[in-house]
């Protein structure tokens, strides 16, 4: 069922999130600028509680430090932690595993620990250990599943995933990229250029954009908005509710570098048409 959201705009899995869309409409309406059909689209169970449980790990953790915290909960496969500190705000920018979602108390106490003072030894212990108690935890369904194919024919996706990965990332997403199946039916009227889905710790670009007239920089830019969302992971909202492009992301994406470039190839109607057309054999 996997590939299904390739090739229709509405089939996705709830959990996938989405990736510019764009519509070709008879009516020549405008392609709206970044629309991700993924936020009308129902959340499940399954993520409200572990939205839940995301938000109540980041209270405890907030109450036992004192400090300001944004916490993105991860599915990487060999980063367990992560912490930055914010230069200008001051604030703690921290990933951490799901295992820890469901940390007891002493646990979620090292953590706090950690936060205020990373180099302390008995609270990196206390962490390995549980690390390594639930080692189990972490993912190898991409390996076990799906054949990833990153080189296209013009494109090949990995070299634009470690250029964007260094430049704006710092090297640290793990995420595996891979290029979608072709659709088996034409498209029609929208295309999802890419999608992150962190069930399957997966991203996909869509096929139809390797292509010689699709300019790199516009692969590239739906390659970084993807692993910007492989990058903060669930958004934990204050009201509860997961937000898929928060303010933060939208701000983060609007100062990379190829940003109005690529909106603007992706808003000109001509090139969605031509897209749409559906490409080479
Ligand atoms: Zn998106």
Not at 22 to 44: F, H, I
Not at 142 to 168: C, H, M, P, W
Request: net charge positive.
């Amino acid at each position: 069922m996997e590939n299904h959201q390739l090739e229709l705009p509405l089939g996705l899995s709830d959990d996938t999130h989405a990736a510019p869309v764009s519509t070709a409409s008879e009516a020549l309406a405008p392609a709206p600028p970044l629309p991700c059909r993924a936020q009308a689209m129902t959340v499940p169970n399954e993520q409200n509680s572990a939205q839940k449980r995301a938000d109540a790990l980041h209270g405890a953790l907030t109450a036992d430090t004192g400090v300001d915290i944004r916490l993105r909960i991860t599915n990487n496969t060999s980063t367990m932690m992560s912490l930055r500190y914010e230069q200008a705000s001051g604030r703690a920018i921290v990933g951490l595993h799901h295992m820890f979602l469901d940390a007891p108390e002493p646990i979620r106490k090292a953590l706090g620990t950690w936060i205020q003072r990373p180099r302390t030894k008995s609270a990196g212990k206390k962490l390995e250990a549980f690390i390594a108690e639930r080692r189990h935890l972490i993912e190898t369904k991409t390996s076990r599943r799906i054949v990833l194919r990153t080189k296209g024919q013009f494109v090949d996706l990995s070299t634009l995933y470690d250029e964007v990965n260094g430049a704006e990332f710092d090297g640290t997403i793990e995420t595996p990229i891979t290029w979608g199946r072709m659709p088996t039916r034409r498209l029609r009227r929208s295309i999802r250029f890419g999608s992150f889905t962190p069930d399957d710790n997966l991203i996909r670009i869509h096929p139809y954009l390797d292509q010689a007239f699709v300019p790199l920089y516009f692969i590239r830019y739906i390659v970084f908005h993807e692993m910007l969302h492989a990058h903060m992971g669930i958004e934990e909202g204050p009201t509860g509710r997961r937000r898929i492009h928060p303010p933060a992301f939208r701000r983060r994406e609007e100062k990379y570098g190829d940003y109005e470039r690529a909106i603007a190839w992706m808003n000109n109607e001509a090139n969605l048409r031509r897209l749409l057309r559906a490409p080479r054999k």
